[in-house]
């Protein structure tokens, strides 16, 4: 493995990746303040508001950094500056990842920067808080200090020094998403192919896990205060349809090669598999170790449940120096070159579309079918609630699933929200079950079932509808908020999730 080369020695591409980080960041913190929080970040900003050792669906890191926010302001620029900043760091440890392990070219760094951020998904998450957000940071940075300790000298004091690091961030990784699991058979996968078995005689191995295991401690003590039911679930996660279907896995590989670009997916794909069998694919392999057991993993389970996008962006990330580099290797091919142009155009033209409709909903698309819908009117919709409120006794708001509750929730806060679904999730820990027979307000988006389900366990016995609001921006109705009062609830049973999860009881509310 060649040492790393000086940043200082290729000052010019390192200039330009600082410009487009920079750049980017800027752009991405002026978007912040045009639209309202997305579903999962307002569920992670309600994690800020309710601050715990663990929740239900993920770890707690997430929601202590957004602890540090909400003290100070609930706006929605201001959630957004915190994950904009671990974005800015997460390209630029990449930059250094790239130009250390392929010192030959020395736009690699660069130009691995332009493909990531070219491409439609990481435009999306570039500012927003979620899990993802520091597990990618954590995991780059496990990176590094595991290309410190291949250059360490074993049981030395840098050795030592590198394993205590390792412990620290393979900790923030667990602190941020399960999924940081998959680090840690990277990180054997590569020990049992290179053979360092020595480093199980290192004493800093042991101490890295002793450091790592008490970084995380806090996910096992809530877990074992609440039935281990965050466990239990993210075992269950994923595998709700008793049949395993191929469908599901093809549509779930279509979408990550659409937010992701052909050239980052198809290429990343044969690499990730193709180096295990190439003799000068060292550093190929290094990248394909990491990157390879998420993406399998979520194919995997894709097959009972479609896996999310985002949830592979990290693999992504990981083997992006590499396609770059097999370009820049194979760039006198045409086909190579018309792949690469077609590919780019394809996902700027994309994420161009994005960020100009973030910026402003501009496309005259129909009335209620916008791409960013979701994303408008929710404070509006929430004062409109509010309004509505003392004529109907006070009554408690209601949303029909938890991603619109995630915004009633927040955007209503303090006032709790209940949800009229069979799921048990985070809410119900948060603020208990509707009372039997109790009335309530729902706020129903116009994307959702209108009129809402009502007449079977978990939902009212009657809705009747109150008003419309429709949020129009450059004479556009973006999306229409729907309210009614709700009588009767039908008590839910939830039975079958206290089966499904293995518990002997359903948890009670914190």
């Not at 569920?43 to 770890?59: E, I, M, N, Q, V």
């Not at 003290?71 to 974005?87: C, E, G």
């Not at 205590?164 to 590569?190: C, D, E, N, P, R």
């Not at 190929?284 to 962006?313: C, D, K």
Request: hydrophobic share 50%; net charge positive; aromatic share 16%.
């Amino acid at each position: 493995m060649k040492q790393p080369v000086l940043i200082q020695s290729h000052p010019k591409p390192y200039r330009y990746s600082l410009v487009l980080i920079i750049t980017l960041t800027l752009w991405h913190l002026m978007l912040a303040g045009q639209v309202n929080l997305s579903v999962d970040e307002a569920h992670y900003a309600l994690y800020g508001l309710k601050l715990d050792w663990s929740y239900f669906d993920h770890p707690p890191l997430v929601g202590w950094l957004n602890a540090l926010i909400v003290p100070l302001s609930h706006s929605d620029t201001a959630l957004r500056v915190l994950p904009a900043i671990f974005y800015a760091l997460s390209n630029l440890v990449l930059y250094h990842i790239a130009v250390r392990l392929y010192p030959s070219f020395r736009w690699i760094g660069f130009w691995t920067l332009a493909l990531i951020n070219s491409a439609f998904m990481f435009q999306l998450l570039s500012i927003s808080m979620l899990p993802d957000t520091p597990l990618i940071l954590a995991s780059l940075m496990v990176f590094w200090i595991f290309l410190n300790l291949r250059e360490s000298p074993s049981n030395s004091k840098r050795s030592l020094k590198n394993w205590i690091w390792l412990g620290f961030w393979l900790g923030i990784a667990g602190l941020s998403k399960y999924t940081a699991i998959t680090l840690v058979f990277s990180l054997l996968m590569i020990m049992l192919v290179e053979k360092r078995f020595y480093w199980l005689k290192d004493k800093g191995l042991w101490l890295a896990i002793v450091i790592a295991a008490v970084i995380i401690s806090p996910i096992l003590y809530w877990n074992s205060t609440h039935d281990w039911i965050s466990i239990l679930y993210q075992l269950k996660h994923g595998t709700h349809n008793d049949n395993w279907d191929w469908h599901r896995v093809l549509n779930t590989q279509l979408a990550q090669a659409g937010v992701y670009s052909l050239l980052l997916f198809g290429l990343g794909w044969w690499l990730m598999l193709s180096a295990w069998f190439q003799r000068q694919a060292e550093v190929s392999r290094l990248l394909a170790a990491f990157a390879l057991p998420i993406v399998l993993l979520f194919a995997i389970n894709s097959g009972y449940e479609m896996s999310l996008p985002h949830w592979t962006q990290l693999a992504w990330l990981l083997i992006s120096p590499a396609v770059v580099y097999w370009c820049w290797k194979h760039w006198q091919f045409k086909a190579v070159r018309a792949f690469v142009y077609l590919s780019s155009f394809i996902t700027l033209s994309a994420s161009l579309i994005l960020n100009s409709q973030l910026a402003t909903p501009w496309m005259p698309l129909p009335d209620n079918e916008n791409i960013v819908r979701d994303l408008h009117g929710w404070p509006e919709a929430i004062q409109q609630a509010k309004d509505l409120q003392p004529q109907y006794n006070n009554a408690p708001l209601f949303a029909s699933n938890w991603t619109q509750a995630s915004r009633i929730g927040w955007y209503a806060y303090p006032q709790p929200v209940y949800i009229t679904d069979n799921r048990f999730d985070q809410f119900d820990l948060w603020f208990g079950n509707p009372a039997q027979g109790s009335n309530g307000l729902m706020i129903v988006p116009s994307y959702e079932d209108i009129p809402p389900k009502t007449g079977t366990s978990g939902h009212f016995e009657t809705c009747t509808p109150l008003k419309q609001l429709p949020i129009i921006k450059r004479g556009i109705t973006i999306v229409t908020y729907h309210f009614y009062f709700c009588e009767n609830f039908q008590a839910v049973s939830y039975q079958g999730w206290v089966k499904m999860l293995g518990l002997t009881q359903k948890p009670l509310a914190s």
